[in-house]
């Protein structure tokens, strides 16, 4: 069964104090990992696509990378506007391949104190 | 700005009333997605579409659940009659739906419906 599992649940940083959150998932013929940012009250804000090993994405303070079993969403330097609920989802391995639904892991709360 | 509109915002319901959400995805999309949002189960998939027809809505309680899209501008999600353990945010996503290609299956979301049944 395709899982997607995140951690850690929630984590607390100091403005400017850099960290990871870790990605993990179990499925087969991966065709792409998306993060996306959910804020309080909003739906989730599409953030970055990965699609094979040692690919990386960057946005300002945000760095997304990939290996065969997990991804890392790096925060550099985080501001207090960073805090936001991180998620990251994988197609579900249907339909061979085409747009079915992505199976979300249930999230990183980020809160970045100032 | 291409966004999906969700509507309500909120709804608040007594148990036993029908519920109807609506979301109306970016245009040119053909791909429609109901996801629920819970604390304990996260996002879950209750049903989608691709270009108006049902793909899979194994998610979704028949009993009391139906989505439908009666064209391409709206998609619909019922629920009847609403019990209090449906009390959840309910997102649309949209997308274009190409087979596997690289930055064709992005989902864009919906700011969601608050349903709380009471």
């Known amino acids: 069964e395709d899982q997607v599992t995140q951690s850690p649940e929630a984590l607390r940083l100091q403005e400017g104090e850099s960290s990871s959150l870790n990605c993990s998932y179990t499925?087969?013929?991966?065709?792409?990992l998306f993060w996306y940012r959910q804020d309080p009250g909003k739906g989730p804000e599409f953030l970055f696509t990965l699609y094979s090993a040692g690919e990386e994405k960057e946005k300002e303070r945000l760095k997304a990378t990939l290996t065969k079993k997990e991804s890392f969403l790096h925060i550099t330097a985080p501001k207090p506007e960073d805090s936001a609920t991180y998620l990251c989802?994988?197609?579900?391995?249907?339909?061979?391949?085409?747009?079915?639904?992505?199976?979300f892991g249930k999230g990183t709360k980020l809160s970045v104190k100032p | 700005d291409a966004r999906v509109t969700q509507t309500p915002r909120h709804k608040v319901t007594e148990m036993g009333q029908e519920v109807t959400m609506r979301c109306q995805p970016i245009?040119?999309?053909?791909?429609v997605f109901w996801y629920r949002q819970t604390m304990m189960q996260g996002l879950e998939l209750l049903a989608y579409f691709r270009n108006r027809a049902p793909l899979d809505d194994s998610g979704m309680p028949k009993d009391r659940f139906s989505a439908e899209m009666p064209d391409a501008t709206l998609a619909t999600l019922k629920i009847q009659p609403s019990e209090p353990r449906d009390s959840a945010v309910y997102f649309c996503?949209?997308?274009?739906?190409?087979?596997?290609?690289?930055?064709?299956?992005?989902?864009?979301f919906g700011a969601g419906t608050r349903l709380s049944v009471l």
């Open positions: 499925v087969s013929g991966l065709r792409g």
């Open positions: 989802a994988v197609p579900a391995q249907n339909y061979g391949g085409s747009q079915g639904n992505l199976i």
């Open positions: 245009l040119g999309h053909n791909t």
């Open positions: 996503a949209s997308g274009l739906g190409d087979r596997g290609l690289k930055g064709k299956n992005i989902q864009y």
